[in-house]
């Protein structure tokens, strides 16, 4: 099976390009993808070959490097994240002291303390 690199894909026409080690441009359609596969340009694929109307058709494509991990990329560094954890511990031992005490954040402060917990689940998460 010949190799290549995706040149170029457009998600919402569905097809691109690939670059092939052999030096042609073989025409890639997203029924030939993996479900769920979006190619990045630059990414190394493996594919069948067949002859299209106008050239070259991909057929039957395998990614062979693993697609970046978008949530990895965006994470937050662990040091960086570490400090947030320790800031969200202080905070919510001043709300947890203030319920001993009988009372419950005002509301603004309270939806301002719910909010940070919940970027800093969103980020955990990721």
């Known amino acids: 099976m010949p190799t290549g690199k ?3 894909f457009d ?11 052999e030096g042609d441009e073989v025409f890639l359609h997203a029924s030939a993808l993996p479900e769920g596969v ?5 990414a190394k694929v493996d594919f069948g070959v067949a002859d299209g109307r106008r050239g070259p058709q991909a057929l ?4 062979l490097d693993p697609p970046p991990s978008v949530a990895k ?10 400090v947030i ?11 947890g002291n203030s319920m001993r005490r009988g009372r419950y954040p005002e509301k603004g402060a309270a939806t ?4 940070v917990l919940r970027a800093v689940a969103d980020d ?3």
């Open 6 to 8: 995706v040149k170029w």
């Open 11 to 21: 998600t919402e026409r569905g097809f691109g390009f690939i670059a092939s080690d």
């Open 38 to 42: 979006v190619p990045k340009p630059g």
């Open 60 to 63: 039957s494509v395998k990614l």
């Open 73 to 82: 990329a965006q994470r937050k560094p662990a040091d960086d994240m570490a």
């Open 85 to 95: 954890i320790e800031d969200v511990i202080k905070l919510l031992d001043n709300v």
């Open 112 to 115: 301002k303390i719910a909010s």
């Open 124 to 126: 955990l998460e990721v």
